[in-house]
């Protein structure tokens, strides 16, 4: 094989495709130590982690782009005439109704710098809960508390109200009761007191406190309240459920179940 000879049907020398390969693999190396730099750069700038992954993903892509053109350009066609090409797809895709691409990427845009989440982040977005992993270029990944991998269009997660439960350093922790309306209130209240102010990760300010929200059916309904860390919110939700069942039974205050009376008439 003579590198000087055309290869059939494509009208390029051998040594044209030999250079572009090159040129191809050396371009690939070379995007791959940029993007390493670029990200220790976003890195020693502090930028927000979603924010500096978006952009990366953006930056990445363009070169890989340029690598494209470049390859084009090596094998002896005009890169001119390959963005003009490159231009009319563009043009013909968003001629044919894809502009919902073109709003999840300024959506992924404006989450990125308004931030209203942060990495890691646990949020509910239409109807989803789950915690951040990554906002891409078309979508945002979310990872639910059972493992399971969710993609939302970013418009879609712009467009929607977004509750976001991590920002906040601290919560507070609700918890419903019962008790009977024969039995003590006083003491109730008294015995939920002391199992908030004994819990070692309910915070003393805000005070704990207990209310009595509503009067049922069958009976008193109160409700603990109970500050405490965000990342302590669920193990002291778990703990006051159930220490509020031991400790109301060792005291000997009913919690009443709900009762239904049944009528069963006989004709004749």
């Known amino acids: ?3 000087n000879d055309t290869i059939p049907y494509l009208n390029i020398y051998w040594w044209q495709l030999i250079m572009a390969i090159v040129l191809l693999i050396v371009g690939y190396v070379v995007i791959k130590v940029v993007m390493i ?3 220790r750069m976003m890195k020693r700038m502090h930028m927000p982690e979603l924010l500096a992954g978006f952009l990366a993903r953006v930056i990445k892509v363009l070169l890989y782009l340029a690598l494209v053109l470049v390859f084009i350009g090596a094998l002896g066609f005009e890169t001119g005439s390959a963005l003009i090409a490159l ?3 563009v043009g013909l ?3 044919f109704g894809l502009q919902d691409t073109i709003s999840n990427f300024f959506a992924g845009v404006w989450l990125a710098l308004i931030r209203p989440f942060k990495k890691d982040d646990w949020i509910t977005v239409n109807g989803f809960s789950g915690r951040i992993d990554s906002i891409g270029m078309m979508s945002t990944v979310m990872v639910t508390a059972d493992n399971v991998y969710i993609t939302l269009p970013n418009s879609n997660v712009w467009g929607s109200p977004i509750t976001n439960n991590t920002t906040m350093p601290t919560r507070r922790v609700d918890v419903s009761v019962g008790t009977s309306y024969s039995g003590d209130i006083n003491k109730a209240i008294s015995v939920a007191m002391g199992i908030m102010e004994g ?3 309910v915070l003393k300010d805000p005070a704990p406190a207990v209310r009595v929200t509503s009067l ?3 009976k008193v309904n109160l ?3 109970a500050w405490t860390n965000n990342a302590d919110y669920w193990t002291v939700s778990w703990d006051l459920n159930k220490a509020v069942v031991e400790t109301f039974r060792e005291e000997g205050l ?3 179940r709900p009762k239904m009376d049944v009528i069963v008439k006989q004709e004749g």
Do not use: E, N, W
């Open 216 to 218: 049922g059916d069958t």
């Open 223 to 225: 409700s603990l309240r």
């Open 199 to 201: 819990h070692p990760l």
């Open 93 to 95: 895709v968003l001629g």
């Open 1 to 3: 094989m003579d590198l």
């Open 37 to 39: 730099v670029v990200k």
């Open 87 to 89: 231009s009319a797809v």
């Open 254 to 256: 009913d919690i009443p």
